[in-house]
């Protein structure tokens, strides 16, 4: 969605010759200021729209209408939304490469690894697409700004990944499972991302209660998982694993430049004890679990 603002700064630059960075200079606001002008993500102060109007020569009428334009697209309030399979059919004409070439565009931009460690757009699309209950993007104006990815995993599978013989890179079709039958399988939490420009505690909070629905999903199907594996790559996401109660099992060698490399896993009954907040629908969730997981019930439906 671009607005009748971002449209008539965008076109005024355009005309003009100038930069986002030398309007900011004239205005007195900084760069990002402008930026989200721009972007529709802000609207300008009774100051700033003063100063536009006198540096671009707009008219009153001018500003009114685009105030209203503002109001009447939710002025910015309202433009986070999680997307699913839907938004790879509309925006990327059901090409998962294309829409996977997105992804990992914001991987090597936020997580700072390579091709080696994180895949291919090939490698992904399959499994994004056979494995289309297990991940949600985070859109923002068309644009995606955050996801979440998990792969249901033999278990042989997930102990490799954890025991740090297995890069993301590494997985395959072959190793997914798929569950339908009521049981218990094992999980590999493969990445929770926001760019830096949209991270707060609402958006992390938007991905997470996703998640958590799936499994709750999933959990009233008689569908449970027994084992959750993920690998920590940021001071952040180590924090909002053992916040949650998982259990940190070991240190990974250092493969990227990442300052943190460490594994945290939850198993069986475990997982009915995380601290989930209910909030996030973490009551359910956690019953459903407890229920479920009784001393008498065995584990191991994809082995």
Not at 54 to 79: C, P, V
Not at 121 to 130: E, G, H, L, V
Request: proline share 2%.
């Amino acid at each position: 969605m671009t607005s009748k603002l971002s449209a008539a700064i965008q076109a005024e630059l355009i005309v003009g010759g100038v930069t986002q960075s030398a309007l900011a200079h004239k205005l007195g606001v900084s760069s990002t200021t402008v930026n989200h002008w721009i972007k529709g993500r802000k609207f300008p102060d009774r100051e700033s729209l003063a100063e536009l109007k006198s540096a671009f020569n707009w008219t009153r009428d001018d500003i009114i209408e685009m105030a209203r334009d503002y109001i009447l697209n939710d002025g910015g309030l309202k433009i986070y939304r999680l997307a699913h399979t839907a938004f790879v059919k509309s925006m990327f004409e059901n090409d998962y490469e294309a829409f996977l070439d997105a992804l990992l565009a914001l991987d090597r931009e936020e997580l700072r690894v390579d091709e080696h460690h994180i895949g291919t757009s090939n490698q992904w699309a399959k499994i994004f697409d056979q494995g289309s209950d297990f991940w949600r993007v985070l859109v923002y104006d068309d644009e995606v700004v955050g996801y979440w990815q998990a792969s249901v995993v033999r278990e042989d599978v997930l102990e490799r990944i954890i025991r740090g013989e297995l890069l993301d890179s590494e997985i395959t079709c072959e190793m997914l499972c798929h569950p339908v039958l009521p049981g218990n399988y094992s999980l590999y939490f493969c990445v929770l991302l926001l760019s830096r420009e949209h991270r707060s505690a609402k958006n992390l909070q938007r991905l997470l209660k996703s998640f958590l629905g799936v499994l709750e999903d999933f959990a009233r199907s008689g569908i449970f998982f027994d084992d959750i594996g993920t690998v920590a790559v940021s001071r952040e996401g180590s924090q909002l694993c053992e916040s949650l109660g998982m259990v940190k099992i070991r240190n990974l060698e250092r493969r990227t430049e990442h300052e943190v490399f460490e594994v945290f896993r939850a198993r069986g009954s475990i997982i009915s004890t995380l601290r989930i907040p209910n909030s996030l629908g973490g009551k359910d969730l956690t019953d459903l679990y407890r229920e479920h997981f009784t001393p008498e019930q065995k584990t191991g439906d994809c082995r």
